[in-house]
């Protein structure tokens, strides 16, 4: 990072991004830490379980586009405090009036989707104060929010022990609640905010190949971050036979890999271009994925192939971002929801499909098997587009991009 980026934009609202997506992230993965314990409470059987964990995850994908249309017409700032309210009455009315069931945890799950659909708020509200050469860096630097997950994935076990999982879900509001007043004096929309679209200009932007083909990348890099995140707890205790607590350990040490790696992915797609990052990311993660699709003997083995393959994964996501402001400057919010939402939507499918593999096959192979197919899928069409893209967007444009 260096003295111009300093100078670029404005560090307390990149901060108060960082921070508001950090926070939302912890809670948005909230069920997979607390995976087992639910499990074992409402007696959960592995498809349950995938749909459980998975639920936060599609509802988090689906309000991704509503906040992307509430970013364009009311500002980020502002579409921020509406989705971190909604989280904090949601939560505290499900807390105060207990949860019982496993419909109730899915009611659950939708709230914390709201959670997850920070992703559309925090990345324009960093994005717009910085120039084109600092679009990765700055989106990277927001992006790490995603550290969100190893918060839970630490915590949130040991808690449960502690006090109980359902008063883990009250003891979310806390934090939920300082940040708030945080983002409140701290963040600033940026004046070069462009006008607002009509909620048509989705479909204008879907009219171009482009838009689907960031929207495929994405599905894998973040799809896969996020759908290992949330079942990563769960996979260790069936697997391996870990307790709650180390398993959310491991989970952690996966996840935390994923994160930190973000923004370095947004900077080396800046260095090197994003095309070329993912590139090579997208093999690794199918490799990766492979690999541990055999059911490794070690549970250590299997936390360092989880670790490669969430890390990849994280500097891919850095890259598809430093591209999509890049295409698509004047639409940044309709791409982040559309974007971001298509992300969920991965997500939702690993976390629940391995859910449904281990209750089908009794293995988790065939689910990490058909994502590693959808990784190797994302790199053909990546090779298929590039030579496109490097002529079509222009002279500028094309130099950050290839």
């Not at 105060?96 to 914390?112: C, E, N, R």
């Not at 370095?264 to 590139?279: C, E, K, N």
Request: net charge positive; glycine share 12%; proline share 5%.
């Amino acid at each position: 990072m260096n003295k111009d980026f300093l100078k670029a934009g404005h560090l307390p609202t990149l901060f108060c991004a960082f921070l508001y997506f950090d926070i939302s992230f912890m809670v948005w993965v909230l069920l997979g830490p607390l995976g087992i314990q639910i499990a074992k409470t409402l007696s959960l059987d592995p498809a349950h379980k995938g749909l459980m964990v998975a639920t936060p995850v599609l509802a988090g994908a689906l309000l991704r586009v509503f906040n992307g249309v509430l970013v364009d017409h009311i500002g980020p700032k502002r579409a921020g405090h509406f989705a971190q309210l909604t989280v904090i009455i949601g939560l505290a009315f499900m807390w105060w009036h207990g949860i019982h069931s496993f419909a109730q945890i899915l009611i659950v799950g939708g709230f914390l989707g709201m959670a997850g659909a920070s992703f559309a708020v925090a990345l324009p509200l960093a994005s717009r104060w910085y120039p084109p050469q600092y679009q990765g860096t700055a989106l990277g630097i927001a992006g790490a929010g995603n550290s969100g997950t190893v918060l839970a994935s630490l915590f949130a076990p040991s808690l449960a022990v502690a006090f109980g999982w359902q008063n883990v879900i009250g003891l979310a509001l806390l934090p939920l609640l300082v940040v708030l007043v945080v983002y409140t004096l701290l963040a600033k929309d940026s004046p070069n905010r462009p006008p607002a679209k009509p909620f048509s200009a989705y479909f204008d932007v879907l009219k171009e190949r482009d838009a689907w083909c960031l929207m495929l990348l994405y599905s894998v890099t973040f799809g896969g971050f996020v759908g290992l995140a949330s079942s990563l707890p769960i996979y260790f205790n069936d697997q391996y036979g870990l307790p709650p607590i180390v398993a959310g350990y491991c989970t952690a040490g996966c996840v935390f890999m994923g994160s930190m790696l973000r923004p370095i992915g947004g900077a080396m797609a800046d260095r090197f271009g994003g095309i070329s990052v993912l590139t090579i990311i997208y093999l690794m993660a199918a490799l990766a994925l492979i690999t541990v699709s055999f059911g490794l003997t070690s549970p250590w083995m299997a936390v360092v192939t989880f670790m490669i393959a969430m890390g990849t994964l994280g500097v891919g996501n850095g890259a598809v971002f430093q591209l999509v402001p890049q295409r698509f400057g004047k639409e940044i919010g309709v791409m982040t929801g559309i974007v971001g939402m298509t992300g969920g939507v991965g997500g939702f499918y690993l976390a629940s499909s391995l859910g449904y593999s281990k209750q089908l096959t009794g293995s988790y192979q065939s689910g990490f098997l058909v994502f590693a197919a959808l990784a190797l899928v994302a790199l053909i069409g990546l090779t298929a587009v590039r030579r496109q893209w490097s002529l079509t967007w222009g002279t500028a444009l094309a130099s950050n991009a290839e």
